[in-house]
Nanobody, 125 residues
């Protein structure tokens, strides 16, 4: 089992920044690739970014590329999402997730084995 706890969400004006953190406990964190997803009211959960177990490979959706940065610190069992130039359309509950498998698509929520409870990000215009 891996337990994931997100933090760092909040209310920010458009153009502002937030840094989300996800702390992991349980099994060896470095064995898992990590992803960030988000879900806006009335919409399906969507992928945002992902990072390989070593941190050497990162993926981003086009909607956040150049504005968001995913990183991890395996010594601290944590993954981060730095969000800059935030837009009102970034408003959502953000979730971190862990996957043991290296196959499949990083975008597919079904590929992830463990999920956090989510943290709310609200961007005002």
């Amino acid at each position: 089992q891996v337990q994931l706890v997100e933090s760092g969400g909040g209310l920010v004006q458009a153009g502002g920044s937030l840094r989300l953190s996800c702390a992991a406990s349980g099994r060896t964190f470095s064995n898992y690739a990590m992803g960030w997803f988000r879900q806006a009211p009335g919409k399906e959960r969507e992928s945002v970014a992902a990072i390989s177990w070593s941190g050497g490979i990162t993926y981003y959706e086009d909607s956040v590329k150049g504005r968001f940065t995913i990183s991890r610190d395996n010594a601290r069992n944590s993954v981060y999402l730095q969000m800059n130039s935030l837009k009102p359309e970034d408003t959502a509950v953000y979730y971190c997730a862990a996957r043991r498998s290296s196959g499949g698509s990083w975008r597919a929520s079904g590929e992830y084995d463990y999920w956090g409870q989510g943290t709310q990000v609200t961007v005002s215009s």
